[in-house]
């Protein structure tokens, strides 16, 4: 998956230059405003100004001006709560140019909430090990992922028994854990060799939360945060003529976007999820495979 940014005109660029545009253009749009107010007055009651611009309606020009000047950060305000986001919906598959943009920041730091994170892992996964050539602006990466319990029994995942009815399978449970455990493991590696190489610090840390995978939230930097339902009615074979399992297909699932970039209300939105996520991960435990590393 291409990261974004990695060829071409800098993307920084644009963003400097709108941030640039966003703080002067109040500046210089009130200095005019208030510069014709003023020339408008000064045409009204001195005669050599009036005569020299050949106009009559000076006073009424300048007032205008005056209640223009006033209006102006409303109607600007207006402008900017209508306008639709850039990007409202995104596809699973787009993780990929998040992640790139998380990591323009110093300090980086993106949270799950998923079933098991396969296609959040590979974008971190390339963009971590980029860093070992080239760690840009980062100096420090926290990871944490969310995933749930596979130790317990559960409805989803599981295998489709009669009427459809969901069937608790421990060995598929097993599978599903095992796969965890092997992006866990390939991260806190890389993690290890970013941190010989004295580049970026990295931390990552894999916990469980009970329940069924029915919420993916990813959260970046916590500016922006992602969040869909997953299909938990999706199915899949292990084998062509096996059996079928409820096993919800994170790629697919379409993500809403919230940003503090945004309104008022996704602002708010951005700070609701954030609480949220860290009271999740301050209730959740660790797994059993951290553990056993630990001892």
Known sequence: MADRGSGGADPGMGQRLRRYQERFEPIVTRV?????????????????VGDALEGKAYLGGALLSLVGYVLYDQVKELSSSVRPPARALVNSSQL???VGDAFHARHVEISFLGYTGETLFHALYHRLEGLLDNPGPTRRVTIRMLVPDFGQPMSVPSKVGEDDR????????????????????????????????????V???YRLYQGIPSNKICIFNRELVLHGLYDVSARMRLHPMGDEYYDPKGYRTDLNVWSRQGTAAEEAAVSTWNKHFDDLWSLAKQPAWRQGAAA
Do not use: H, W
């Not at 020339?39 to 009651?45: D, K, S």
């Not at 455990?181 to 941190?195: F, H, P, T």
């Open 96 to 98: 990929g140019s998040f």
């Open 32 to 48: 005019l405003l208030l510069g014709i107010f003023a020339t408008g007055l000064t045409a009204q009651f001195v005669k050599p």
């Open 203 to 205: 931390q990552c840390e």
């Open 166 to 201: 969901p069937v608790d399978d421990e060995e598929f449970r097993t599978r599903m854990e095992q796969r965890c455990r092997e992006y866990d493991n390939i991260l806190s590696q890389l993690a290890v060799r970013l941190g010989a190489a004295q580049r970026v610090v």
